[in-house]
């Protein structure tokens, strides 16, 4: 079975922190992506990348980067936490060939609040 | 561009009653669809997709979708509902047919009745 995973199930951090998510796949997925969900809104993509130290800018960017140095790691960096960026993270993968073509596989999710 | 609408942000059913949840979409190329389930505290599962081929997909847990071109859905059933498909449910679609950018609707969260 595919198996995203992602580092924290909760995270509380102060206004103005720098707050890194985690994101772990092991299907050796070229596609990584990382979502916020809130309450009538849906999933919004934030980034992803498509290959190792690729990454391209979803529908919401702002106040985020990310890094992916190896493969199976993605990473979620808020430089400067706000209050508004309090929500669920969720991280994807998808691969490009084989039974995992064409379907995004999730994690559990972070549920951050800022403080 | 690509979007996606859920009709009915709440869905109410009894158990053993029909489950109906509505999608309508819109896409510039031919699309590819999907729907997703999140169980409370967890991440989105597949449920089932539709690429190419049959227009009537089935998935797990006994739902099935039909692709309409025409009307542009993709409406989610379910025969009989159980009380453990309380959960929200996501359509999304990926117009590039490779699901490098899935767009998801905003989601319906059905509730089961005794």
């Known amino acids: 079975d595919v198996k995203v995973t992602q580092s924290s199930r909760y995270l509380v951090k102060r206004t103005g922190e720098k707050v890194f998510l985690e994101c772990v796949q092991d299907?050796?997925?070229?596609?990584m992506f990382w979502y916020r969900q809130d309450p009538g809104l849906g999933l919004r993509l934030i980034y992803f990348?498509?290959?190792?130290?690729?990454?391209e800018k979803g529908d919401i960017p702002e106040g985020y980067s990310v890094s992916r140095e190896k493969k199976e790691r993605f990473s979620l960096i808020l430089e400067s936490a706000s209050t508004n960026q309090t929500s669920m993270y969720l991280c994807?993968?998808?691969?490009?060939?084989?039974?995992?073509?064409?379907?995004?596989?999730f994690g559990a999710g972070t549920r951050l609040s800022v403080l | 561009a690509q979007s996606v609408t859920q009709l009915g942000s709440h869905v109410s059913v009894s158990e053993g009653a029909l489950v109906l949840l509505r999608c309508n979409y819109s896409?510039?190329?031919?699309?590819?669809l999907f729907w997703y389930v999140q169980y409370p505290n967890q991440g989105l599962q597949l449920l089932l997709k539709?690429?190419?081929?049959?227009?009537l997909v089935k998935g797990i847990n006994g739902f099935e979708a039909e692709f309409k071109k025409s009307e542009t859905s993709f409406h989610l059933t379910k025969p009989s509902a159980h009380m453990s498909d309380a959960a929200e449910y996501f359509c999304?679609?990926?117009?590039?047919?490779?699901?490098?950018?899935?767009?998801f609707g905003s989601g319906t969260q059905l509730t089961v009745l005794p």
């Open positions: 994807a993968s998808s691969g490009l060939a084989g039974l995992a073509k064409n379907i995004q596989y």
């Open positions: 990348s498509y290959d190792v130290k690729m990454k």
């Open positions: 299907m050796d997925h070229e596609n």
């Open positions: 539709y690429t190419t081929g049959a227009t």
């Open positions: 999304a679609v990926s117009a590039s047919g490779s699901a490098r950018q899935l767009t």
């Open positions: 896409s510039s190329v031919p699309p590819y």
